[in-house]
């Protein structure tokens, strides 16, 4: 991922986003920990752009490290909002993190549980 989209990611600049789609971006490019634009915008809350770069054809369910998903780091973050929003794009709700503690086989509704999001339980299937 190039530092202009990475930027533009990160500061939640949709225009600047906009434009780097419409010239082609590669939405699921990865940065240097290997997470795609749109992990970024769900950890980071920017509903807006997470939802211009599923409508690009983001990977919803490309996992970086700890095989945690844009879903899983929504969710991570409280980010419930962006959690609803990749939910009902279709996010798979099976993918189960490893290694890291507190992630380790631990799928999107287990993080939900521990941080007491029970506003996603039932798009989680367990509400």
């Known amino acids: 991922m190039n530092a ?8 939640g600049d949709v225009q600047a ?12 490019a990865r940065d240097r920990h290997g997470q795609t ?3 970024l915008a769900a950890h980071r ?5 997470a939802a211009l770069l599923v409508e690009a054809g983001a990977d919803l369910n490309v996992a970086a490290k700890h095989n945690l998903t ?16 990749l939910i ?19 799928t999107a509704y ?3 549980v521990a941080r007491e999001m029970t506003e ?6 367990r509400g």
């Open 4 to 11: 202009t989209w990475e930027r533009a990611v990160r500061h």
């Open 17 to 28: 986003v906009r434009d780097l789609l419409r010239a082609g971006t590669d939405v699921d």
């Open 70 to 85: 844009a879903l899983m780091l929504a969710i991570v973050a409280g980010h419930a909002a962006v959690a609803h929003a």
């Open 88 to 106: 009902r794009a279709g996010a798979n709700l099976d993918v189960r993190g490893t290694g890291a503690p507190g992630f380790a086989g631990k």
């Open 110 to 112: 287990d993080l939900a």
């Open 45 to 49: 809350g920017h509903g807006e752009i």
């Open 37 to 39: 634009a749109l992990m």
């Open 120 to 125: 996603l339980y039932a798009d989680l299937g």
